[in-house]
């Protein structure tokens, strides 16, 4: 199947976008955390929304109902509604602050947040002053900054107000790069139109774009409290690894590349490029995204890479929506969202980049509902599964404290025994 390229209008590529994040956040959230492996020994192939059930090994805590996006979703579409200005963040903070409540649930309408988020959101949920900022990577923070690259601002000012959003949760300056760089391919794909393309490619040049706005106007990050100079070294560091990618045309032999590079500057060596480091799972998303081009099944391939799979098919989505257009998202996982109709209005309703108020104070109240209901849906799951008590060992752990505790007694037993005719020869030696 070929998706005809029609020109568009900027607004109509941003609604692509938004639709894409949403739908890729929703399909590849139960698959956040599993291997890739351990995905394909479970699910051969998928072709809709999955329930994580089967392979999450009796960890049911880890569920996630299938077609529920998650928190990235609901950070992005509170972000896209407010306008970019010098208070924008107080706003931000706002809303998370007065979002519903949920019982025995602390982190309120928000699904399947990260660690950092959680802070995030129990910080300003619980007002309190000073909270320390996390200064962990998060690549899921990455693809729910995307809507602030959806507004009509200069590049600089778009960029300074994804940084702004980023450092919110955390300091970590690789997810501030990562973001800024991501807002730069947004901005191009938005506007240039490209028929087709390589994101690698295109995210490379636009990095060097970036780097050369930053250098002739490094105030304008500066006043994001963040070190222009650390953000072009993440750039550079970025595109040394994007410019390994380009012709590159197999997943394995990218993954291979992106690792190695990743490793010179990590004490814990990585296997995998989707892991929560912006510096590998940016190049490895843009790659398989470029690989698969117009195939309306890239996605599922996507999400079945596992790892932080629910911000990297977001970030896929997003990006061949911009491309190909919302055809290339396919249907079914369309028709399937959770509250679709709610999130069509809002898809619909992008003016200039901008989500109206209304519609985006509506949907928070709606949100409640559909977060008590997936824990309602947890709860009654758990039920269901048998919990082991807290003292009570398994079998073979009982069998190796067992055998543990044979072995210390006989050595104990040998020793006395040894003692006790040691004693008695040298007696006899003294007699």
């Given at each position: 199947?070929?998706?005809?390229?029609?020109?568009?209008s900027?607004?109509?590529?941003n609604?692509?976008?938004l639709?894409g994040?949403?739908?890729?956040?929703?399909l590849g959230?139960p698959?956040?955390?599993l291997g890739?492996?351990?995905i394909?020994?479970?699910?051969?192939?998928i072709?809709?929304?999955v329930?994580?059930a089967?392979?999450l090994k009796g960890k049911?805590?880890k569920?996630?109902?299938?077609?529920?996006?998650?928190?990235v979703?609901?950070?992005?579409?509170i972000a896209?509604?407010?306008?970019?200005r010098?208070?924008?963040t107080?706003?931000?903070?706002?809303?998370?602050?007065?979002?519903p409540?949920?019982?025995?649930y602390?982190?309120?309408i928000f699904?399947?947040?990260?660690?950092i988020e959680?802070?995030?959101?129990a910080g300003?949920?619980?007002?309190?002053p000073?909270i320390e900022i996390?200064?962990?990577?998060s690549v899921r923070?990455i693809?729910?900054?995307?809507p602030?690259?959806?507004?009509?601002?200069?590049?600089?000012?778009?960029v300074?107000?994804?940084i702004s959003y980023?450092r919110?949760?955390?300091?970590d300056v690789?997810?501030?790069a990562?973001?800024?760089?991501v807002s730069?391919l947004?901005r191009?794909?938005a506007?240039e139109q490209?028929?087709?393309?390589?994101?690698?490619?295109?995210c490379?040049?636009?990095?060097h774009?970036?780097?050369?706005?930053?250098?002739s106007?490094?105030?304008?990050i500066f006043?994001?409290?963040?070190?222009?100079?650390?953000?072009?070294r993440?750039?550079h560091e970025?595109?040394?690894?994007?410019?390994r990618?380009i012709?590159i045309?197999n997943?394995?032999e990218a993954?291979a590349?992106?690792?190695a590079?990743m490793?010179?500057r990590?004490k814990?060596p990585?296997?995998?490029?989707t892991?929560?480091?912006?510096?590998a799972f940016?190049?490895y998303?843009?790659l398989?995204?470029?690989?698969h081009?117009d195939?309306?099944g890239?996605?599922?391939?996507a999400?079945m890479?596992?790892g932080s799979a629910?911000?990297?098919?977001a970030?896929s989505?997003?990006?061949?929506?911009?491309v190909y257009g919302s055809?290339i998202?396919p249907?079914?996982l369309v028709?399937?969202l959770?509250?679709r109709?709610?999130?069509?209005?809002i898809?619909?309703?992008l003016?200039?980049?901008?989500?109206?108020?209304a519609?985006?104070?509506e949907?928070?109240q709606?949100?409640?509902?559909l977060?008590r209901?997936?824990l309602?849906e947890?709860?009654a799951?758990?039920?269901?599964?048998k919990?082991k008590?807290k003292?009570?060992l398994?079998r073979?752990d009982k069998?190796?404290?067992?055998?543990?505790?044979?072995v210390?007694?006989?050595?104990k037993l040998?020793?006395?025994?040894w003692k006790k005719?040691?004693?008695k020869m040298?007696?006899?030696t003294r007699?």
């Amino acid at each position: 199947m070929k998706i005809m390229q029609v020109k568009k209008s900027t607004d109509d590529i941003n609604k692509n976008i938004l639709l894409g994040l949403i739908v890729g956040d929703a399909l590849g959230s139960p698959f956040d955390g599993l291997g890739k492996g351990h995905i394909h020994t479970h699910f051969k192939t998928i072709d809709n929304y999955v329930d994580p059930a089967s392979a999450l090994k009796g960890k049911l805590e880890k569920w996630k109902k299938p077609g529920f996006y998650s928190s990235v979703s609901q950070f992005a579409i509170i972000a896209g509604a407010i306008k970019v200005r010098d208070t924008w963040t107080e706003s931000f903070r706002r809303y998370i602050a007065n979002s519903p409540e949920i019982n025995e649930y602390r982190f309120g309408i928000f699904r399947y947040p990260d660690s950092i988020e959680k802070k995030f959101i129990a910080g300003t949920k619980e007002h309190e002053p000073g909270i320390e900022i996390s200064s962990q990577p998060s690549v899921r923070i990455i693809a729910a900054s995307m809507p602030l690259s959806l507004k009509n601002y200069s590049l600089l000012e778009q960029v300074g107000a994804v940084i702004s959003y980023i450092r919110l949760f955390t300091h970590d300056v690789s997810t501030a790069a990562g973001a800024a760089s991501v807002s730069s391919l947004l901005r191009y794909l938005a506007r240039e139109q490209p028929p087709s393309i390589n994101y690698v490619q295109a995210c490379r040049e636009c990095n060097h774009q970036l780097i050369e706005a930053v250098d002739s106007d490094p105030g304008a990050i500066f006043k994001n409290a963040l070190n222009p100079d650390a953000l072009i070294r993440e750039l550079h560091e970025m595109n040394e690894i994007l410019s390994r990618l380009i012709s590159i045309q197999n997943k394995s032999e990218a993954e291979a590349i992106i690792c190695a590079s990743m490793n010179k500057r990590l004490k814990s060596p990585i296997t995998r490029a989707t892991v929560n480091m912006p510096l590998a799972f940016i190049p490895y998303t843009l790659l398989i995204s470029t690989i698969h081009r117009d195939d309306p099944g890239a996605l599922f391939h996507a999400a079945m890479e596992g790892g932080s799979a629910a911000a990297l098919t977001a970030l896929s989505a997003a990006v061949r929506a911009a491309v190909y257009g919302s055809g290339i998202l396919p249907e079914i996982l369309v028709r399937n969202l959770a509250n679709r109709k709610k999130i069509m209005a809002i898809v619909n309703s992008l003016d200039n980049g901008l989500i109206p108020v209304a519609l985006m104070d509506e949907f928070i109240q709606t949100e409640a509902s559909l977060t008590r209901k997936e824990l309602e849906e947890l709860k009654a799951k758990q039920k269901h599964v048998k919990k082991k008590p807290k003292n009570e060992l398994s079998r073979t752990d009982k069998e190796s404290r067992l055998s543990h505790y044979v072995v210390e007694s006989w050595t104990k037993l040998d020793k006395a025994k040894w003692k006790k005719e040691q004693k008695k020869m040298d007696k006899k030696t003294r007699a």
